[in-house]
């Protein structure tokens, strides 16, 4: 016999496995610290070559009056800027990739929570099912023992 909550549980399941569940169950096995460090590094890594190829459209763009810059001797003044940019750049983007990974983080889990508690419901369902299947092959037994024994 056919059980339409289970059948309604498991496709749901389902689909969420499909579709939201592809990133998020991989994700979910990982502390949230763990989860957001590599988030981090990754970031820092992307963050680091967008800004190597600004610089090189900057210097690009601005290769005369950096030519005379650095002719009269007004390197350092140079390198001090992109460094103090770059410092600035790279702790904000983290500060901001910190932020937006925890908040993907807290709503990964909310999502699995959901999720869990699905597989919870459809567990106790099966396990249901097996107990009257075994309570029926109890009772089948005991029957097939009555009309032996009346016999």
């Given at each position: 016999?056919?059980?339409?909550e289970k059948?309604?549980l ?9 579709g939201e569940?592809?990133k998020?169950i991989?994700?979910?096995?990982y ?5 957001i ?5 990754g ?7 967008a ?11 601005n ?12 390197v ?16 904000l983007y ?8 925890a ?7 909310r999502?699995?929570k ?11 369902i ?15 037994i005991?029957l097939?023992?009555e ?5």
């Amino acid at each position: 016999m056919l059980n339409n909550e289970k059948i309604i549980l498991m496709t749901k399941l389902a689909l969420y496995e499909q579709g939201e569940g592809k990133k998020n169950i991989p994700a979910g096995k990982y502390y949230k610290s763990d989860y957001i460090g590599m988030r981090l590094l990754g970031s820092f890594v992307y963050i680091n070559i967008a800004f190597i190829i600004l610089c090189a459209i900057w210097i690009v763009q601005n290769s005369e009056p950096l030519l005379k810059k650095i002719t009269t001797g007004k390197v350092f003044g140079i390198i001090f800027y992109v460094v103090v940019v770059y410092i600035i750049t790279v702790v904000l983007y983290m500060i901001v990739s910190y932020v937006y990974y925890a908040y993907k983080y807290k709503k990964i889990r909310r999502s699995l929570k959901g999720y869990h508690s699905n597989l919870k419901r459809l567990q106790k369902i099966q396990d249901e099912e097996i107990d009257n299947m075994l309570t029926d092959t109890e009772l089948n037994i005991q029957l097939d023992n009555e009309k032996q024994e009346a016999e």
